[in-house]
C-alpha cells in the first residue's frame, strides 16, 4: 500500500510539472540564465524563432530594464542597433536585396569614395508602414539616397510610410529647398564649388552657381559666379566673373574678369573680357567689347568693336559700330539707326544725339557744340598739351577752323555792351588778320 502511495504522489508531482512548464516559455538573457515566462501572456512565432505578447489590443507593455514600463517597449538603458558596413558604390544602384539589408539591419555605413552616385534603399518584405533605417556617410564625397543628399560625415533616418522610404525630416542646412526634387539635379565637381537649381552646373573651381541652368556648360570658368536662371551657361574663358540676372552672360566668350550684372547682360558676348555690363540686356551680342563699361537698358547691345569704350544710358550705342574708344553718355547717345554709324574715339553726350556716319575722333555736346580733331593716341602717358588741328564747332558739325561759328558771334562787355559780328547775307568770305 505505501509503494502504492509513493507512485501515485510521484505521478502526480510529473503531471503537475509538466503543467506548469507546458504553460512557460522558455527564454535566455543576456547574461545566459535560463528563465521561464508565463506562456499565457508570451507565446513563440510561427516560424519557432519569434516570440511575442499575446496580449493583442496594444495595452500590453515590456520593460527592460523596469518592472514599470510607460510604452509599448521601455528600455531605460541604451539600444544598440544592427549595422552593416557596406562598401563604396561605383554605380547607381540599390544598397542590396531586402533580406541583406533593411530585413535584418538598422544601420548602414557606407564608405563612399565614388562621387555623383545616386542609391536607393530596397522595400522591406514586409511593407506594414514604420520601419525606420539609419544611413551613415562614413567616406569622402557626398552620396545620394533616393532624393537626400547624405553628406560626409552626416546620418540620415529613413522611415518606411508603407509604399516608400523617405527621410524623417529635412536634415539641417543653411538654405531652404522646396520638397520637390528638381527634374536635374545640380552639379558641383570643381573644387570648393557650391551648384544650387534646377540643372544648375559648376563644373570648374571655386564657383558658386545658382538658378536653373545656371554655369550649366560653362568652361574655364574658375572663380565665378553666376546667379540667375541660365546665367553663364555655355560661357567659356570666364573665370574670375560675375553674372547675374536671367541669362546673363549665357553663351559668352571670353569674358574672363567681367562683370554683367541684368536680364540677359553680355548674353553671347565674345572677347568682352575685363568689362562692366550693367543693365536689361547691356553689352547683348556685343563683340570686341573687351575693357568696356555699358551701363543702360541694351547698353552696348549688339555693339561691334567697341573695346575700351564706356555707353552709359538707355540704349547708349546700340547698333554700333567701329565705336572702340568711346565715351557716350545719355538716352540714346551714339545710337546707330538707318544709314548711320559712329566710329572710333568719339565723345557723344546729350539725349538722342549722335555723330555723322562714320565719324570718328569728334564731339558732340547736347547737338550744340562738335569738336574735329581729337586725340586718338593710346599709346604712352595721357597727353595734356593741345592736340595739333583739332578744331571746335558751334552750329556746324564740320568745323573749318580752331573756332568756327555757324550764326552771330558776340562779345559782351565786362559791365554792358557787346560786339557782335553776323555773317553776310550774300554767299562769301571775309578773313581779318589781327595785328601781331
Do not use: C
Not at 56 to 62: A, D, Q, R, T
Not at 295 to 300: F, K, Y
Amino acid at each position: 500500500m505505501k509503494n502504492k502511495q509513493h507512485r501515485l504522489t510521484f505521478l502526480l508531482g510529473f503531471l503537475l510539472s509538466s503543467i506548469i512548464i507546458s504553460a512557460q516559455v522558455r527564454v535566455v538573457d543576456n547574461k545566459g540564465t535560463i528563465l521561464q515566462i508565463d506562456s499565457s501572456k508570451w507565446a513563440i512565432g510561427t516560424n519557432g524563432v519569434d516570440i511575442y505578447n499575446k496580449n493583442m489590443n496594444n495595452s500590453g507593455k515590456v520593460g527592460i530594464g523596469t518592472k514599470t514600463p510607460v510604452a509599448t517597449l521601455h528600455n531605460t538603458g541604451s539600444t544598440l542597433l544592427g549595422t552593416s558596413n557596406l562598401s563604396d558604390f561605383a554605380a547607381d544602384v540599390a544598397i542590396g536585396t531586402a533580406a541583406a539589408t533593411v530585413d535584418a539591419f538598422t544601420a548602414f555605413n557606407i564608405p563612399q569614395a565614388t562621387a555623383g552616385i545616386t542609391l536607393t534603399l530596397p522595400s522591406p518584405t514586409a511593407n506594414t508602414a514604420g520601419r525606420m533605417v539609419f544611413v551613415s556617410n562614413t567616406g569622402s564625397v557626398p552620396l545620394t539616397v533616393g532624393t537626400t543628399l547624405v553628406t560626409v560625415g552626416n546620418t540620415i533616418q529613413f522611415i518606411w510610410n508603407g509604399t516608400s522610404w523617405a527621410p524623417s525630416a529635412t536634415p539641417l542646412k543653411w538654405y531652404a529647398e522646396n520638397l520637390s526634387a528638381p527634374a536635374t539635379a545640380p552639379v558641383a565637381t570643381g573644387a570648393g564649388s557650391i551648384a544650387l537649381g534646377d540643372g544648375a552646373m559648376a563644373e570648374t573651381g571655386d564657383m558658386f552657381v545658382y538658378g536653373n541652368s545656371a554655369g550649366a556648360g560653362a568652361t574655364g570658368a574658375d572663380n565665378s559666379n553666376f546667379i540667375g536662371s541660365s546665367a553663364g551657361n555655355g560661357a567659356t574663358d570666364a573665370s574670375n566673373s560675375n553674372f547675374m540676372g536671367s541669362f546673363a552672360g549665357n553663351g559668352a566668350i571670353n569674358a574672363n574678369e567681367s562683370n554683367m550684372l541684368g536680364s540677359g547682360s553680355g548674353t553671347n558676348a565674345t572677347f568682352a573680357g575685363n568689362s562692366n555690363f550693367l543693365g536689361y540686356n547691356a553689352g547683348a551680342n556685343a563683340t570686341n567689347a573687351s575693357q568696356s563699361n555699358f551701363l543702360g537698358n541694351s547698353a552696348g547691345a549688339n555693339a561691334t568693336d567697341a573695346d575700351n569704350s564706356n555707353f552709359l544710358g538707355f540704349n547708349a550705342g546700340q547698333d554700333a559700330a567701329n565705336a572702340s574708344f568711346s565715351n557716350l553718355l545719355g538716352y540714346k547717345a551714339g545710337r546707330s539707326f538707318a544709314s548711320n554709324n559712329i566710329g572710333s574715339n568719339n565723345i557723344i553726350i546729350g539725349t538722342n544725339i549722335s555723330l555723322p556716319d562714320a565719324t570718328a575722333n569728334a564731339i558732340n555736346l547736347g547737338g550744340v557744340l562738335f569738336g574735329t580733331g581729337t586725340n586718338s593716341t593710346v599709346i604712352g602717358d595721357p597727353v595734356v598739351a593741345p592736340v595739333a588741328g583739332g578744331k571746335i564747332g558751334i552750329g556746324t558739325n564740320t568745323p573749318g577752323s580752331t573756332l568756327d561759328v555757324k550764326g552771330t558771334l558776340r562779345l559782351s562787355g565786362s559791365t554792358s555792351g557787346y560786339v557782335g559780328f553776323a555773317p553776310a547775307a550774300a554767299a562769301g568770305s571775309t578773313t581779318y588778320t589781327l595785328p601781331s
